[in-house]
């Protein structure tokens, strides 16, 4: 039982280089989401897509870019990494309705 | 816009007393509230729900009741172990729409 699948656990980028935060899900769902947790935050949404081959900004979506590449799949990309999006990122799944969201591990991304 | 808004942590109680997390939402129409919970190291968990006013959602002895009079979903249990030591977060959703969170209350029980 996969679930939520993300990679990598763990980053450590310099200011300005790029990356790409992947997640992939095997439980058929529309709806994938990524969201950071900084402390005294909580979780925020930077992008969501509500089905395949749509996306929507969230609340930070500033510094971000997503690509709903099919059902399965949603990464997240930085395209110039600044030491404000040293984060845990998470990527979440559900069916789209008002049922249970599951979460992936969380990706650890610190920027020097 | 959709909010939610949870009390700050963190709440320290001792072993088998009397747990309640307060939430309270802004939203527009009718959506769903969830709790989830946290454990250290982990992703979030759903711990339980409710999709309509005065539903009561209920899992592993805490419950939530769905309160439109006074937009609130407030999570109590009544004898708290050392194992729900987490971060309980607060959250709503709109159908297709968005998953909105809390910022998160931090338990601490102990023994």
């Known amino acids: 039982n996969a679930g939520v699948t993300q990679t990598p656990k763990f980053q450590v980028l310099k200011t300005g280089q790029s990356m790409t935060l992947q997640c992939a899900q095997d439980?058929?769902?529309?709806?994938m989401y990524w969201y950071r947790q900084d402390p005294g935050m909580g979780l925020r949404l930077i992008y969501y897509?509500?089905?395949?081959?749509?996306?929507d900004k969230g609340e930070v979506p500033n510094g971000y870019n997503v690509s709903r590449l099919n059902k399965r799949e949603f990464s997240l990309r930085l395209e110039s990494a600044a030491p404000s999006q040293t984060s845990v990122y998470f990527c979440?799944?559900?069916?789209?309705?008002?049922?249970?969201?599951?979460f992936g591990q969380g990706t650890r991304l610190t920027v020097v | 816009g959709d909010s939610v808004t949870q009390m700050e942590g963190p709440v320290t109680l001792s072993e088998e007393a009397f747990l309640t997390i307060n939430c309270t939402y802004t939203?527009?129409?009718?959506?769903?509230l969830f709790w989830y919970v946290q454990y250290p190291g982990e992703g979030l968990q759903l711990l339980l729900k409710?999709?309509?006013?005065?539903d009561k959602g209920s899992n592993k002895g805490f419950e939530a009741t769905y309160r439109k009079e006074t937009t609130s979903f407030h999570l109590e249990k009544g004898s708290v172990q050392v194992s729900d030591s987490a971060v309980y977060f607060c959250a709503l959703k709109y159908n297709t729409d968005k998953l909105i969170f809390g910022t998160g209350t931090r338990l601490q029980v102990f023994p």
């Open positions: 979440a799944s559900n069916t789209g309705q008002n049922t249970e969201a599951f």
């Open positions: 439980m058929n769902h529309n709806s």
């Open positions: 897509s509500a089905s395949e081959g749509t996306t």
């Open positions: 409710a999709t309509k006013a005065d």
């Open positions: 939203a527009t129409g009718y959506p769903s």
